[in-house]
T-cell receptor, first 112, second 114 residues
Framework: GESVGLHLPTLSVQEGDNSIINCAYSNSASDYFIWYKQESGKGPQFIIDIRSNMDKRQGQRVTVLLNKTVKHLSLQIAATQPGDSAVYFCAEGGTSYGKLTFGQGTILTVHP | DAGVTQSPTHLIKTRGQQVTLRCSPKSGHDTVSWYQQALGQGPQFIFQ???????QRGNFPDRFSGHQFPNYSSELNVNALLLGDSALYLCASSRPGTGGEKLFFGSGTQLSVL
């Protein structure tokens, strides 16, 4: 069935470095992609989203890149801070109302 | 402006019991979705409610049911609880015109089935 997966389950970086979290998706019909950050004991927090008619979108310190040719999504975090430490999920949608398919997550650890 | 609120935050039940979880959407949002998140996994879609009706459903048995009220709040009911139902149950809401996809999540209800 359709699935969204992550290449790396854990990522450790130093404070101030740039972080890149990758995600592969398999449903070519998906036309909406979204990144969430989840801290311990909390629900997923929206970071940034992108539609399939775009290949790049920027937010505050974050950039999402979409490569539809290879079905790849990435989240770039600039000047990573200790507060960015969390689990990051990518999710895909656009094929049915309200149904987002989540990947298993990447644990980002930022060392001071 | 309150975000998505869920109650209770934690709940302990025994096998065979029934449970009701509650959710109030973010102000201005009219669509509510429910997700189940097992430990170490990404959230799994249960169903979505819009205009007081179930609009879309994931691969969950009929033991999982829900309701949406005229004020857009929602309940998730699970009957005949199994040990495997232990998980974090997340409610998410979205505003009109977004296709119910740009979801804003609450902090969840942690359900433990003993």
């Amino acid at each position: 069935g359709e699935s969204v997966g992550l290449h790396l389950p854990t990522l450790s970086v130093q404070e101030g470095d740039n972080s890149i979290i990758n995600c592969a998706y398999s449903n070519s019909a998906s036309d909406y992609f979204i990144w969430y950050k989840q801290e311990s004991g909390k629900g997923p927090q929206f970071i940034i989203d992108i539609r399939s008619n775009m290949d790049k979108r920027q937010g505050q310190r974050v950039t999402v890149l979409l490569n539809k040719t290879v079905k790849h999504l990435s989240l770039q975090i600039a000047a990573t801070q200790p507060g960015d430490s969390a689990v990051y999920f990518c999710a895909e949608g656009g094929t049915s109302y309200g149904k987002l398919t989540f990947g298993q997550g990447t644990i980002l650890t930022v060392h001071p | 402006d309150a975000g998505v609120t869920q109650s209770p935050t934690h709940l302990i039940k025994t096998r065979g019991q029934q449970v009701t979880l509650r959710c109030s959407p973010k102000s201005g949002h009219d669509t509510v979705s429910w997700y189940q998140q097992a430990l170490g996994q990404g959230p799994q879609f249960i169903f979505q409610y819009y205009e007081e009706e179930e609009r879309q459903r994931g691969n969950f048995p009929d033991r999982f049911s829900g309701h949406q009220f005229p004020n857009y709040s929602s309940e998730l009911n699970v009957n005949a609880l199994l040990l495997g139902d232990s998980a974090l149950y997340l409610c998410a809401s979205s505003r009109p015109g977004t296709g119910g996809e740009k979801l804003f999540f609450g902090s969840g209800t942690q359900l433990s089935v003993l």
